[in-house]
Every structure is written in C-alpha cells, then in structure tokens.
C-alpha cells in the first residue's frame, strides 16, 4: 500500500512563513506529478501547485510569488515553502501524488490525510 503523510502545519501570523513536506511510502515503482491541494472551511478543495517528476511547476494565480514547491526524487517528499502568508491561506493542506505501484498497474492517485494552516490577522 501507498502513504502520503504530511506535516508542517500550524499556527502562524499574517505575513509569516511555514514550510510543509509530504513523504510517500510503501509500495512505489515511480512517482509522476506531486503536487498541493487545499480545502478551506465551506469551500471546495483547491489546487495550490504541482511538480512534474522533471521538476515543471505550476501554481494557482492566488499563490504565485508567494509559494514554492519542490520534490525529492530520491527522499520520495514533495515540499511547500509559503512566505507572505495572509488569513485567506488558511485551509486543510492536503498532499497529492500520482504513483506507479507496479510497472504492470496504471498509476493511481493518493492523497495524505491533511494538515491544517491557520493564518492569523
């Protein structure tokens, strides 16, 4: 089986800086596309960035300039580095990779379990 297992969550002021990492495990072949989700209280969950295994990046509009996402091939970890963080960045952070268990089975998505942001004004 496949874990995603995140951390790096927490509490922090407006203006600061948190730094999330994802580590996959188990049964992995090969990693594609890593990437950030998050899920505010009553909205739906959104993509925040994503990372190729040939490091392309993509962000959405409301982070760009602020976040940084970077993966570890070799570690199996996809990190997010947020600066300039301001009370509509508060969610549920939720880490997402698309695996290879086996060469023989399509690859799969898995999701982490979540880690909660929260940005104080």
């Known amino acids: 089986q496949v874990q995603l297992v995140e951390s790096g969550g927490g509490l922090v002021q407006a203006g600061g800086s948190l730094r999330l990492s994802c580590v996959a495990s188990g049964s992995i072949y090969r990693i594609n596309d890593m990437g950030w989700y998050r899920q505010a209280p009553g909205k739906e969950r959104e993509l925040v960035a994503v990372?190729?295994?040939?490091?392309?990046?993509n962000y959405a509009d409301s982070v760009k300039g602020r976040f940084t996402i970077s993966r570890d091939n070799a570690k199996k970890t996809v990190s997010l580095q947020m600066s300039s963080l301001n009370p509509e960045d508060t969610a549920v952070y939720y880490c997402?990779?698309?695996?290879?268990?086996?060469?023989?089975?399509?690859?799969?998505?898995?999701w982490g379990k979540g880690t909660q942001v929260t940005v104080s004004s």
């Open positions: 997402n990779a698309n695996i290879f268990s086996s060469w023989t089975r399509p690859p799969l998505d898995y």
């Open positions: 990372i190729t295994k040939s490091d392309s990046t």
